[in-house]
């Protein structure tokens, strides 16, 4: 009888090119070394590779992914509300899934060492974000773990996700300034807990987890296992009132700005916008409106048993009143 613990392997798709192309294969054969029964899955796009992971998990004793947050976003919609955790071993562009959990993502053999510790431990849930969109026969339900967009951050991912150049998080700083370009408020109605609110702004994120676009700390404070969501909105403001804020929101302190507004705890929200499409770790999930509730632990998970250190609180954080 065979009682080797059995993990399925899913990698990118697109992961054939460039630096990150031998972090499968490593990931693999390391996990091999370690004794167990590895099933790895290679397909020429993202839907053949659902349908045979869909096929490979059932029993597994873990869903490993080899990419960035795209891949995450592809676990977590595999994985969550099930008893098979997810790990990550990143090998993508923005990888801030891995950033906020603590999972390295330039050192392959450390993220592998993760997983394998995490499996030898009771079982490590976190929450997930649920999104319901779309009307009658064509509504859907989309997971994510780390962060949704709607508003000028939606539209860089949009832009980013159409250009081949540059490659790394340098590509989104340049879909960054190129949306910048035609930078204009959004009319946005909103329910946060139950409660209408009426704002005018150009961004608007929904954080489970810290960071977007390769280490921006969108909500620094935010904790992906405390039962709520972190969300973050910047009222109408100047290009060049823009990009003096920018920069700080490598450091997290982008909110002590007068034009931004953080609503911490909050643990669900409608959004509606017409002419906004929603992103969800970096993966488009449609135009709004669109309803988000979280759900604390339903994401089974593979990472370090604490978060990696956030920075240091800032004083009295703006807060969004309904």
């Given at each position: 009888?065979?009682?080797?613990?059995?993990?399925?392997?899913?990698?990118?798709?697109?992961?054939?090119?460039?630096?990150?192309?031998?972090?499968?294969?490593?990931?693999?054969?390391?996990?091999?070394?370690?004794?167990?029964?590895?099933?790895?899955?290679?397909?020429?796009?993202?839907?053949?590779?659902?349908?045979?992971?869909?096929?490979?998990?059932?029993?597994?004793?873990?869903?490993?992914?080899?990419?960035?947050?795209?891949?995450?976003?592809?676990?977590?919609?595999?994985?969550?509300?099930?008893?098979?955790?997810?790990?990550?071993?990143?090998?993508?562009?923005?990888?801030?899934?891995?950033?906020?959990?603590?999972?390295?993502?330039?050192?392959?053999?450390?993220?592998?060492?993760?997983?394998?510790?995490?499996?030898?431990?009771?079982?490590?849930?976190?929450?997930?974000?649920?999104?319901?969109?779309?009307?009658?026969?064509?509504?859907?339900?989309?997971?994510?773990?780390?962060?949704?967009?709607?508003?000028?951050?939606?539209?860089?991912?949009?832009?980013?996700?159409?250009?081949?150049?540059?490659?790394?998080?340098?590509?989104?700083?340049?879909?960054?300034?190129?949306?910048?370009?035609?930078?204009?408020?959004?009319?946005?109605?909103?329910?946060?807990?139950?409660?209408?609110?009426?704002?005018?702004?150009?961004?608007?994120?929904?954080?489970?987890?810290?960071?977007?676009?390769?280490?921006?700390?969108?909500?620094?404070?935010?904790?992906?296992?405390?039962?709520?969501?972190?969300?973050?909105?910047?009222?109408?403001?100047?290009?060049?009132?823009?990009?003096?804020?920018?920069?700080?929101?490598?450091?997290?302190?982008?909110?002590?700005?007068?034009?931004?507004?953080?609503?911490?705890?909050?643990?669900?929200i409608r959004i509606e916008e017409p002419r906004v499409v929603a992103?969800?770790?970096?993966?488009?999930?449609?135009?709004?409106?669109?309803?988000?509730?979280?759900?604390?632990?339903?994401?089974?998970?593979?990472?370090?048993?604490?978060?990696?250190?956030?920075?240091?609180?800032?004083?009295?954080?703006?807060?969004?009143?309904?």
């Open positions: 009888m065979d009682n080797q613990r059995h993990i399925v392997v899913a990698i990118n798709p697109n992961a054939s090119f460039g630096k990150g192309r031998d972090v499968g294969p490593r990931a693999v054969d390391r996990f091999r070394a370690a004794g167990f029964r590895v099933t790895p899955l290679v397909e020429r796009n993202f839907e053949k590779l659902r349908a045979a992971a869909l096929r490979e998990i059932e029993g597994a004793d873990a869903l490993i992914v080899i990419g960035g947050d795209g891949m995450v976003n592809f676990g977590v919609n595999l994985t969550v509300n099930t008893q098979i955790p997810l790990g990550i071993i990143p090998s993508g562009t923005g990888n801030d899934m891995a950033r906020g959990l603590g999972i390295p993502f330039d050192d392959t053999d450390t993220a592998v060492d993760i997983a394998i510790a995490a499996l030898d431990r009771p079982m490590r849930r976190i929450d997930a974000g649920r999104v319901r969109h779309g009307k009658g026969d064509a509504s859907f339900t989309t997971w994510f773990g780390c962060l949704l967009s709607a508003g000028f951050d939606a539209l860089c991912n949009e832009r980013a996700n159409q250009m081949r150049w540059p490659k790394g998080p340098s590509r989104y700083t340049l879909a960054l300034l190129i949306e910048l370009l035609r930078l204009r408020p959004f009319d946005y109605h909103l329910v946060l807990d139950g409660k209408p609110h009426d704002e005018r702004g150009v961004l608007l994120a929904v954080a489970n987890n810290v960071s977007l676009g390769g280490g921006m700390l969108i909500a620094p404070d935010a904790l992906v296992d405390d039962g709520q969501l972190d969300v973050v909105f910047v009222r109408p403001l100047g290009r060049y009132r823009f990009l003096r804020i920018y920069p700080e929101v490598f450091s997290g302190n982008h909110l002590r700005h007068t034009e931004v507004v953080w609503t911490k705890r909050v643990s669900s992103y969800a770790d970096g993966e488009r999930v449609g135009s709004l409106p669109i309803d988000i509730d979280v759900v604390p632990g339903a994401l089974p998970i593979l990472a370090p048993e604490t978060l990696p250190p956030r920075p240091v609180q800032r004083a009295d954080p703006k807060r969004v009143t309904a």
